[in-house]
């Protein structure tokens, strides 16, 4: 079962902050945060492994809310090279040959204008 | 940083051909992966494998099918493409090692006529 991202899609004008939430029916065992730009292949943002676990990358940081089964990304002072998709990947299973299996959530379009 | 190859990166092909797209990777990983996306849309995991002689199917059932004799290759065939195969198809690859990110390559965008 899919996870469920929101917004779908949001619009900022450069320096804005923004937040995408990626929801789940199940429970996490880690998240993973990716970028595609149109027409390129997904690109790595971050992996959350465990509830209340925060990450950051730049000036773009998660957080993972494992009661709550939630993950969060958060986008502080946007710049033009933020545009993009971003997907969820959720793994469910603790172990077995399940680990490494991602569901992806519907993506959140992120359009920064100058 | 990727060093993980698709080809072709377009194909257009006619109704009932066999395709075979390509996927090879040279950082040694022993996890692949067959993604299926439609535009705008989700990811879906079609096939995986997590080594040599070993491929599994994904949550979204798919009329493809994988094989994986060397480590850094692993590509996907169709033996009779149908229009509702039209889609692009991701490639992706990850350390053997547990919660390791997925290098994508840039895809293969089918179309069906």
């Known amino acids: 079962q899919q996870p469920v991202q929101s917004p779908q899609a949001v619009i900022l004008r450069e320096g804005e902050d923004a937040v995408i939430n990626c929801s789940s029916s199940k429970a996490l065992y880690s998240v993973h945060w990716y970028r595609q730009k149109h027409g390129e292949a997904p690109v790595f943002l971050m992996i959350?492994?465990?509830?209340?676990e925060q990450k950051g990358h730049e000036k773009i940081s998660a957080s993972f809310n494992e009661k709550k089964q939630q993950s969060s990304l958060y986008l502080t002072a946007s710049q033009l090279s933020y545009s993009g998709t971003y997907f969820c990947g959720t793994e469910y299973h603790a172990g077995g040959t399940s680990y490494g299996k991602l569901t992806f959530g519907q993506g959140t379009i992120l359009t920064v204008h100058p | 940083e990727a060093d993980i190859y698709q080809t072709p990166r377009y194909l257009v092909i006619g109704t009932g051909k066999k395709i075979t797209l390509e996927c090879s990777q040279t950082?040694?990983?022993?996890?692949m992966y067959w993604y299926q996306q439609d535009p705008g849309m989700e990811l879906h995991l079609i096939h995986y494998s997590y080594g040599v002689n070993s491929t599994e199917k994904g949550d979204l059932s798919s009329e493809s099918t994988v094989s994986r004799i060397r480590t850094e290759h692993f590509p996907l065939t169709l033996e009779s493409a149908r229009p509702s195969h039209t889609s692009q198809y991701l490639c992706?690859?990850?350390?053997?090692?547990?919660?390791?990110?997925?290098?994508f390559g840039s895809g293969t965008q089918l179309s069906v006529l």
């Open positions: 959350l492994l465990k509830g209340g």
């Open positions: 950082m040694g990983h022993d996890k």
């Open positions: 992706a690859s990850s350390e053997g090692a547990r919660n390791e990110k997925l290098f």
